[in-house]
């Protein structure tokens, strides 16, 4: 069935460093590939997406990049903060009909001050 | 608008009873979800609806059933509850994916349910 990893399950960077985040996808029809951050105790939120239609997408310290030959895609967060420290998730949709999203397991950000 | 409004927040459940999660949309959505994430993983999803009417089993649908009788209620059942649905539930609903103007999931609050 579909599947979505996501590597690593844990990363500890130091304030001011980058953050890398990797996902592969096993459908290859999916075409939308969101990612959700999640403070702890809180619900997920959706902090930028792309569409197969596009290489890459910036929004000020975070990217995202989409390697569709290779079905993977990365989320870079850079000039990392304190309050980046959460659980971030990626996500592939495999359907545009039903919006279904699989998600991957997740990685635990510690940003150390 | 509330959003997506989940009830309730905690529920201690014994094995072997039912209960039913509440979900609630005031953003006239016709795509709501369920997810269920247990602790260090990811979300996967349970159920899902395409609109008032129409529902369709998604990545871990044993144990659970839902209902979309309008399209603001989207409501799970859990019958004979067992220790592996320990677990937080989140409702979420987005706006049709067509056009492709907002495809953002919107989440609720999520439901802390633990079966003893």
């Known amino acids: 069935g579909e599947n979505v990893e996501q590597h690593p399950s844990t990363l500890s960077v130091q304030e001011g460093d980058s953050a890398v985040i990797k996902c592969t996808y096993s459908d290859s029809a999916s075409n939308y590939f969101p990612w959700y951050k999640q403070e702890l105790g809180k619900r997920p939120q959706l902090i930028i997406d792309?569409?197969?239609?596009?290489g890459e997408k910036k929004d000020q310290r975070i990217a995202v990049t989409l390697n569709k030959t290779a079905k993977h895609f990365s989320l870079h967060i850079t000039e990392t903060q304190p309050e980046d420290s959460a659980v971030y998730f990626c996500?592939?949709?495999?359907?545009?009909?039903?919006?279904?999203?699989?998600f991957g397991q997740g990685t635990t950000l510690q940003v150390k001050p | 608008n509330a959003g997506v409004t989940q009830t309730p927040k905690f529920r201690i459940l014994k094995i072997g009873q039912s209960m039913t999660l509440q979900c609630a949309q005031d953003m006239n959505h016709n795509y709501m979800y369920w997810y269920r994430q247990d602790p260090g993983m990811g979300l996967k999803l349970i159920y899902y609806?395409?609109?008032?009417?129409?529902?369709d089993k998604g990545e871990v649908p044993n144990g659970y059933n839902v209902s979309r009788s309008t399209t603001e209620d989207f409501p799970l059942r859990l019958e004979l509850a067992a220790p592996s649905q320990t677990s937080v539930y989140f409702c979420?609903?987005?706006?049709?994916?067509?056009?492709?103007?907002?495809?953002?999931?919107?989440f609720g609050s999520g439901t802390q349910l633990s079966v003893l």
């Open positions: 609806s395409v609109g008032a009417g129409i529902t």
């Open positions: 792309i569409r197969s239609n596009v």
């Open positions: 979420a609903s987005s706006p049709s994916p067509f056009p492709r103007i907002n495809e953002k999931l919107f």
């Open positions: 996500a592939a949709r495999i359907s545009s009909n039903t919006g279904k999203l699989i």
